[in-house]
């Protein structure tokens, strides 16, 4: 059943969620909101991603399966299992949800054993496996967690990070929901070299954030996977050469057909470019409209 739900105007800004959108190609802030209507009283659901996709998207052609892993693996929703059901809830629903004391209580397992991962100061806890049981009967259709009795779910592992790994993510600025396991998937993808550039682009990327500070960090994992560090590695050191770091940014955004403009303003094609004349060659010019996907 549909529900009325709030949505805030700082919604539209959110960083995180349009850098998903860019990054899938999916429509992760509709789907996001139009999630909080398929939620009960304590922002669970239950996860059948056909049946959302009719609630929420009933005239469009989108995978809803790959909608629902893709806020799961970016932290905004969490899934987890309960006697062979699966469902999920959203971390963040009480901060930013106001229900009607009439709506009535969920009928959804409670999503209480949460595996944290071995740093305590990260900002949210692995995918849940399995919850907690409340005893209680329910009416005929309705979900009962004693009427079915079925092997009890395997504890999940517990990740071991590396020391070079842990520097990182104890350096790079914090974001809402970022998850630790994810960008160590993306590190482990790295060469070692492009390790040392990660560290070496921390300070550059965090001074960057604080002269735009309506900018929010982006994910670690996002940082890593499309090589953001590329563009900040020698700056924040007081030795930065202003000319050196735009080459880098223009053979970064030359090899991949993308061009960071929330990073490194208009791109060549556009007015307003803060790139060096100098460094520009005529394929720089309005040809990059055809193929550089502004990110």
């Known amino acids: 059943m549909s529900r009325i739900r709030t949505i805030k105007p700082e919604f539209f800004k959110h960083e995180g969620l349009f850098d998903a959108e860019q990054e899938t190609g999916l429509p992760i802030r509709l789907a996001f909101a139009g999630l909080w209507t398929q939620c009960d009283r ?59 004391n009439r709506e009535k209580a969920s009928e959804l397992p409670d999503p209480t054993e949460i595996v944290e991962v071995s ?90 954030l604080k002269e735009n500070t309506w900018l929010q960090a982006k994910h670690a994992d996002g940082f890593l996977k499309h090589r953001k560090f590329d563009g900040f590695c020698d700056a924040g050191n007081g030795n930065v050469d202003p000319e050196e770091q735009w080459q880098k940014r223009l053979s970064y955004a030359r090899q991949n057909g993308r061009w960071s403009s929330k990073d490194w303003g208009p791109a060549p094609h556009l007015p307003g470019c803060a790139v060096p004349a100098s460094l520009l060659e005529p394929s720089d010019g309005s040809g990059w409209a055809e193929w550089v996907r502004a990110a």
């Not at 609630?55 to 932290?75: M, Q």
């Not at 006697?83 to 229900?99: A, D, L, N, T």
């Not at 350096?171 to 060469?191: I, Q, T, V």
Request: glycine share 8%; charged share 30%.
């Open 119 to 208: 740093d305590a100061s990260a900002t949210r806890g692995a995918r849940v496996e399995h919850a907690s049981h409340k005893e209680g009967k329910g009416k005929e259709g309705e979900y009962t967690p004693e009427a079915s009795s079925g092997p009890s779910p395997k504890k999940p592992k517990t990740l071991t990070y590396s020391q070079a790994f842990e520097d990182f993510w104890k350096a790079y600025p914090r974001h809402p929901n970022m998850s630790k396991s994810d960008a160590f998937k993306e590190w482990g993808k790295l060469a070692d070299d492009d390790h040392a550039k990660c560290m070496a682009a921390i300070p550059g990327y965090i001074a960057h």
């Open 42 to 100: 304590e922002g669970r659901f239950a996860w059948r991603p056909r049946q959302l996709k009719v609630d929420i998207f009933p005239y469009d052609e989108v995978d809803f399966s790959r909608v629902l892993d893709a806020l799961a693996t970016r932290g905004f929703i969490v899934k987890y299992a309960c006697q062979g059901r699966e469902f999920g809830y959203i971390p963040s629903w009480h901060r930013h949800q106001v229900v009607n």
